[in-house]
């Protein structure tokens, strides 16, 4: 079974900027398409971002222009960096492949301040 650790979050301002890594244990991980979701307060988890196992990478609306995805299958690492932080960025954020099978661990809290 892979666990997912997630760190980097914060609470930083608006236009701020932070950076989030995700480290899997376990076997398996460089072929898989791993993704980072969040899921905000009173809200459905979202997908808002996914790399692929060759690289290629989707974002979501909402995020696209100002998060970055990528991966280091040498490490078993997913990364987001997310830029020009918005108050509606606040959440808490997760990674898991795609589409989502793997325990969810605690995720790591992001809040944005307007």
């Known amino acids: 079974q892979v666990q997912l650790l997630v760190s980097g979050g914060g609470s930083v301002q608006a236009g701020g900027s932070l950076r989030l890594s995700c480290a899997a244990s376990?076997?398996?991980?460089?072929?898989?398409?791993m993704g980072w979701y969040r899921q905000a307060p009173g809200e459905q988890r979202e997908l808002v971002a996914i790399?692929?196992?060759?690289?290629?990478?989707n974002y979501a609306d909402s995020v696209k222009g100002r998060f970055t995805i990528s991966r280091d299958n040498a490490k078993n690492t997913v990364y987001l960096q997310m830029n020009s932080l918005k108050p509606a960025d606040t959440a808490v954020y997760y990674c898991?492949?795609?589409?989502?099978?793997?325990?969810w661990g605690q995720g790591t809290q992001v809040i944005v301040s307007s």
């Open positions: 376990g076997s398996g991980f460089g072929i898989n398409t």
């Open positions: 790399v692929i196992s060759g690289g290629v990478t």
């Open positions: 898991n492949k795609v589409p989502a099978a793997w325990d």
